[in-house]
């Protein structure tokens, strides 16, 4: 199960050598990828090399996510079938522009799981369109194997007819409006990548942006931008404080032998308290 969102990294399902090398990264996710960075002759080569990475899920120190190709490409029930497997432990869902596409996903995904008899896994829906910004709310409330959202900025800059530039204001209502409604749900947002991996100062300056706009972390594409997606993704004091009233309350509810409680009206349980402990855990390093 994901606990921190700092850092989502991902790695093309298609290069044998980067899935090894994942293995040591320190992101808090490593999602192997099957859409954009993988061609399309090369599609059915990385479900088998992700397949088999899977089975050295031991080896990996993050959590491992899989992204599929998008809804309206048809592969996903293809991709499913070779990646759900012992060793994931989450998927993302490319350009989600309804709660119907996710829905046809999840009965396809629950089959398997059962025939399989796999623990549910989890989803990140990624919002890349106008439609999906105008859903983000039903898309992150839509289940409860939904742990968050992504934002898709360059997709999204196409949807809508704005060409990007680096440092513009191009998608700037959809940015803010994606972590409100992934809040609204209860889940958390992990903002759009920073394209340029030689401007380090300015990767510095959008994840600060994306911090004070309430997201939890960042989409990253090369191990250099960890150390700083961490950094500035560090819990806050107020973050710090609930983690800590919600394992405090969590346990006195076990002791009583419950599992449930609620926190300041809203309900937690065992999969809120360990996000929390994560934090906790995190900031005694």
Avoid at 104 to 120: A, G, H
Wanted: aromatic content about 6%; hydrophobic content about 35%.
């Amino acid at each position: 199960m994901t606990r921190l969102f700092r850092s989502l990294i991902f790695v093309p399902g298609n290069n044998s050598r980067f899935l090894e090398k994942a293995k040591s990264l320190k992101a808090d996710i490593v999602c192997f990828d099957l859409e954009d960075s993988v061609p399309d002759l090369e599609k059915q080569n990385a479900r088998k090399l992700i397949k088999t990475a899977l089975k050295s899920r031991s080896s990996y120190l993050s959590s491992i996510f899989v992204r599929t190709n998008s809804p309206s490409s048809g592969r996903i029930p293809d991709d499913l079938k070779e990646i759900v497997q012992k060793g994931i432990d989450g998927i993302v869902i490319p350009k989600v522009n309804n709660t119907a596409e996710l829905k046809k996903i999840e009965k396809n995904l629950s089959k398997l799981e059962k025939t399989r008899k796999l623990k549910p896994i989890q989803l990140i829906p990624s919002i890349e369109s106008a439609e999906g910004v105008v859903n983000t709310y039903d898309i992150a409330s839509f289940d409860k194997r939904v742990c968050a959202v992504v934002f898709g900025v360059f997709d999204l800059l196409n949807d809508m007819g704005i060409e990007y530039a680096k440092n513009a204001e191009g998608g700037k209502y959809s940015r803010a409006k994606i972590p409100v409604d992934a809040k609204a749900a209860g889940v958390v947002a992990i903002d759009a990548i920073w394209q340029d991996l030689k401007d380090s100062k300015g990767l510095e300056k959008d994840c600060k942006i994306g911090k004070s706009l309430g997201y939890a972390g960042k989409s990253i594409i090369h191990p250099d931008q960890i150390e700083t997606t961490h950094r500035l993704f560090h819990p806050s004091k107020t973050e710090i404080q609930w983690a800590q009233k919600v394992c405090k309350i969590y346990l006195n509810s076990v002791k009583k032998g419950k599992g449930a409680t609620t926190v300041d009206g809203k309900m937690i349980d065992e999969v809120h308290y360990k996000q929390a402990k994560a934090v906790l855990d995190l900031i005694k390093k």
